[in-house]
């Protein structure tokens, strides 16, 4: 350690205290600092998360698993279920909508199991880092990777002899970003169950697998009964995959892709309304759920 | 519990509301179904104090210090911070706080640069990051990852993250735990600094000698409780001073002398048998004095020697120690 402090060092600030330095004599309870808008912090803490995704090897296993599932989705038939868009390519679209599903039930179990074990999350709270700002971070990063593997299997939709871009690419990135913020919530809300990074890893597993599976973009939703589609539709990974295939197709299909029409811009939005409003009931719940039983210590009361 | 009247230097820093302490415990309870880690616990820290917790293994101290970080809300008694309930870290009380924690809570992956670099962002009020790295002396490992810190760098790192933020209460939760004595004794000095700047600082720690050189009021927990509280000088005066001798072989220890505020202990030592005189009565300044007049005018009447007599002030390890065994009566 340095022997000699520079001037403005705690020690040196002894001899000649600054007005705004502690202990300057105001009241106690009279906030004088403000802390940087809490966008500027997630921002930041976005920036530290996507530093760190790239580093942890287990992050990029998350983001081959969505490039996986979208191409298995391709060996389906290629029946026409909307004009232009086979059940295979409609699976493909749906699998979009499960990327933020992966990344965030996954990625964000995982490292938070982690770092609350090391304590790094309390780390962040006793430095004055607000508890939105901190799932903000983590949610932020969830989003940014979803979004880039969806601008790579969008890539790959182009590039094929018939392919196409998306009708209405907005739609498509509210899909994702609804997604990233309801499966990151998830993935926190995993943790409390998990003693270490390994067992989060085992205990979403289950859970992921069952809201891919009842996505849509594996088994089409198609091949169910009506009611068990519709009941089916409340399930929070159903609704991305629908609004990726309206967003592609421009075709209205929440209502089910059998006899589902075109819709022109205002009309799609207002027919995927019920499952914006969907995802934002799940994102409400969650977030009661996470601010209820997420725990920031590992240890156990 | 006993309350020692403070004295000292914190005494001369402002007043405000609530007497101008920064944190303030009131009859802090805190219970997990029927176990009661804390019972009772009461202190205040004024601005450039150093209030020193200590305490055995699961005494009580951490789950005291995570309730006024704002992890736990009490199960009964009030905390203050600024004037207001820490619970939740609310705006007001986080920015103006931070903590060396038990653990090192260090992001491992980054860089000690990149770890600076985002709690410099995302303060408030931040010092500038190489002055503080500066100070630690990680100025040369500003680019290895955390990882491959020794124990005491990373310990040198939490305080410097802790310090970044210029919080005006601090709290130290061992925080020289696996500092090599080099690092100890800077990690004191900087400490001192920040206490000479006005920062109220909560410090826990094992090392007794850490606590004698910085505390000016220190408490040791037991069970959850406070068994003695008080300023430095007082605790030890609490406990009195120790004339010891060899009990002289042609004195049976039946006519060894009773000598006026102290009271004795004939104990087995090395084959031998050592008289222990502990004056807690009278003049502090003076009453070892007067206690060693008495043994050396009996020895002279006697016509004895007082044999590898040692006279020793208590030290805070005594006090410890004492209550440790759960055999202490209340000092103070």
Redesign the interface.
């Given at each position: 350690?340095?022997?000699t402090?520079?001037p403005?060092?705690?020690?040196?600030?002894?001899a000649s205290?600054a007005p705004?330095?502690?202990?300057?004599?105001?009241?106690?309870?009279?906030?004088?600092?403000?802390?940087?808008r809490t966008a500027?912090?997630l921002l930041?803490?976005t920036r530290?998360e996507f530093?760190?995704f790239v580093?942890?090897k287990t992050a990029w296993m998350f983001l081959a698993l969505p490039v996986f599932f979208s191409f298995m989705a391709l060996q389906l038939p290629a029946d026409e279920v909307v004009p232009g868009f086979g059940m295979g390519e409609m699976a493909m679209l749906s699998s979009i909508g499960s990327i933020s599903l992966i990344l965030g039930m996954g990625h964000a179990s995982n490292v938070f199991t982690a770092?609350r074990e090391?304590?790094?999350?309390?780390?962040?709270?006793?430095?004055?880092?607000?508890q939105p700002?901190i799932f903000g971070g983590v949610i932020g990063v969830v989003a940014v990777f979803s979004l880039v593997i969806a601008l790579l299997i969008g890539g790959f939709i182009a590039a094929m002899p018939d392919g196409m871009l998306p009708r209405d690419p907005l739609m498509l990135v509210v899909a994702i970003l609804l997604g990233s913020v309801a499966f990151s919530l998830m993935g926190l809300l995993v943790t409390p169950l998990a003693r270490n990074a390994e067992s989060a890893q085992l205990a979403v597993m289950v859970p992921m697998m069952i809201l891919i599976f009842a996505s849509g973009g594996i088994i089409p939703l198609e091949a169910l009964p009506e009611g068990a589609r519709q009941l089916f539709s409340l399930i929070p990974s159903v609704p991305p995959g629908e609004l990726v295939q309206a967003a592609y197709t421009g075709y209205d299909v929440f209502g089910g892709a059998a006899g589902a029409e075109s819709k022109g811009y205002l009309g799609l939005w207002a027919a995927a309304l019920p499952s914006i409003g969907i995802m934002l009931a799940w994102i409400a719940v969650l977030a009661l759920a996470v601010r209820r039983f997420f725990r920031?210590?590992p240890r156990q009361? | 519990m006993t309350t020692t009247e403070n004295t000292g230097q914190a005494q001369d820093?402002?007043r405000?509301?609530?007497g101008?302490?920064?944190v303030v415990v009131r009859d802090l309870h805190q219970r997990?179904g029927a176990f009661e880690a804390v019972r009772g616990v009461s202190f205040e820290i004024r601005?450039?104090e150093l209030f020193a917790l200590l305490g055995t293994n699961g005494a009580g101290k951490t789950t005291t210090i995570?309730t006024l970080?704002?992890?736990?809300r009490p199960s009964s008694g009030t905390v203050r911070v600024?004037?207001?309930d820490p619970y939740g870290?609310p705006?007001?009380v986080?920015?103006?706080?931070?903590?060396v924690?038990?653990?090192?809570?260090?992001?491992?992956?980054?860089s000690v640069q990149?770890t600076m670099s985002?709690?410099h962002?995302?303060?408030?009020?931040p010092?500038?990051v190489d002055?503080v790295l500066?100070?630690?002396?990680l100025?040369d490992k500003s680019g290895v990852a955390v990882r491959q810190l020794s124990g005491g760098q990373k310990r040198?790192l939490d305080l410097a993250?802790?310090?970044l933020?210029?919080?005006?209460v601090l709290?130290l939760d061992e925080p020289t735990t696996g500092m090599d004595a080099?690092?100890r004794i800077?990690?004191w000095?900087?400490i001192?600094?920040?206490k000479?700047?006005?920062?109220a600082v909560l410090l826990t720690t094992h090392y007794l000698e850490e606590a004698e050189r910085l505390a000016d009021r220190l408490a040791i927990m037991h069970r959850g409780e406070v068994r003695v509280e008080g300023v430095l000088q007082d605790v030890l005066a609490g406990w009195g001073d120790r004339v010891s001798f060899v009990v002289p072989d042609e004195v049976s220890t039946g006519d060894l002398p009773a000598v006026l505020g102290a009271e004795a202990v004939v104990e087995a030592h090395d084959q031998e048998l050592w008289a222990t005189y502990t004056v807690t009565e009278g003049d502090m300044a003076e009453r070892a004095h007067h206690a060693v007049a008495a043994l050396m005018a009996w020895a002279g009447d006697r016509g004895t020697v007082l044999r590898r007599l040692q006279v020793r002030g208590a030290s805070l390890e005594d006090v410890f120690l004492r209550v440790a065994d759960g055999a202490a009566d209340l000092v103070g």
């Amino acid at each position: 350690m340095s022997t000699t402090p520079p001037p403005s060092t705690p020690t040196a600030a002894a001899a000649s205290p600054a007005p705004s330095g502690p202990g300057s004599g105001s009241a106690p309870g009279t906030p004088r600092r403000r802390a940087p808008r809490t966008a500027k912090q997630l921002l930041r803490l976005t920036r530290m998360e996507f530093t760190l995704f790239v580093r942890y090897k287990t992050a990029w296993m998350f983001l081959a698993l969505p490039v996986f599932f979208s191409f298995m989705a391709l060996q389906l038939p290629a029946d026409e279920v909307v004009p232009g868009f086979g059940m295979g390519e409609m699976a493909m679209l749906s699998s979009i909508g499960s990327i933020s599903l992966i990344l965030g039930m996954g990625h964000a179990s995982n490292v938070f199991t982690a770092r609350r074990e090391s304590l790094a999350l309390k780390r962040f709270r006793v430095s004055g880092v607000g508890q939105p700002v901190i799932f903000g971070g983590v949610i932020g990063v969830v989003a940014v990777f979803s979004l880039v593997i969806a601008l790579l299997i969008g890539g790959f939709i182009a590039a094929m002899p018939d392919g196409m871009l998306p009708r209405d690419p907005l739609m498509l990135v509210v899909a994702i970003l609804l997604g990233s913020v309801a499966f990151s919530l998830m993935g926190l809300l995993v943790t409390p169950l998990a003693r270490n990074a390994e067992s989060a890893q085992l205990a979403v597993m289950v859970p992921m697998m069952i809201l891919i599976f009842a996505s849509g973009g594996i088994i089409p939703l198609e091949a169910l009964p009506e009611g068990a589609r519709q009941l089916f539709s409340l399930i929070p990974s159903v609704p991305p995959g629908e609004l990726v295939q309206a967003a592609y197709t421009g075709y209205d299909v929440f209502g089910g892709a059998a006899g589902a029409e075109s819709k022109g811009y205002l009309g799609l939005w207002a027919a995927a309304l019920p499952s914006i409003g969907i995802m934002l009931a799940w994102i409400a719940v969650l977030a009661l759920a996470v601010r209820r039983f997420f725990r920031w210590d590992p240890r156990q009361p | 519990m006993t309350t020692t009247e403070n004295t000292g230097q914190a005494q001369d820093t402002p007043r405000g509301g609530d007497g101008g302490a920064a944190v303030v415990v009131r009859d802090l309870h805190q219970r997990y179904g029927a176990f009661e880690a804390v019972r009772g616990v009461s202190f205040e820290i004024r601005p450039g104090e150093l209030f020193a917790l200590l305490g055995t293994n699961g005494a009580g101290k951490t789950t005291t210090i995570e309730t006024l970080e704002g992890f736990r809300r009490p199960s009964s008694g009030t905390v203050r911070v600024f004037g207001q309930d820490p619970y939740g870290q609310p705006a007001g009380v986080r920015e103006r706080t931070n903590a060396v924690l038990q653990g090192s809570g260090l992001l491992e992956d980054l860089s000690v640069q990149e770890t600076m670099s985002v709690a410099h962002d995302l303060a408030a009020d931040p010092r500038p990051v190489d002055e503080v790295l500066d100070l630690v002396g990680l100025v040369d490992k500003s680019g290895v990852a955390v990882r491959q810190l020794s124990g005491g760098q990373k310990r040198r790192l939490d305080l410097a993250l802790a310090l970044l933020t210029r919080p005006e209460v601090l709290y130290l939760d061992e925080p020289t735990t696996g500092m090599d004595a080099e690092g100890r004794i800077e990690t004191w000095r900087i400490i001192q600094g920040l206490k000479r700047e006005g920062t109220a600082v909560l410090l826990t720690t094992h090392y007794l000698e850490e606590a004698e050189r910085l505390a000016d009021r220190l408490a040791i927990m037991h069970r959850g409780e406070v068994r003695v509280e008080g300023v430095l000088q007082d605790v030890l005066a609490g406990w009195g001073d120790r004339v010891s001798f060899v009990v002289p072989d042609e004195v049976s220890t039946g006519d060894l002398p009773a000598v006026l505020g102290a009271e004795a202990v004939v104990e087995a030592h090395d084959q031998e048998l050592w008289a222990t005189y502990t004056v807690t009565e009278g003049d502090m300044a003076e009453r070892a004095h007067h206690a060693v007049a008495a043994l050396m005018a009996w020895a002279g009447d006697r016509g004895t020697v007082l044999r590898r007599l040692q006279v020793r002030g208590a030290s805070l390890e005594d006090v410890f120690l004492r209550v440790a065994d759960g055999a202490a009566d209340l000092v103070g």
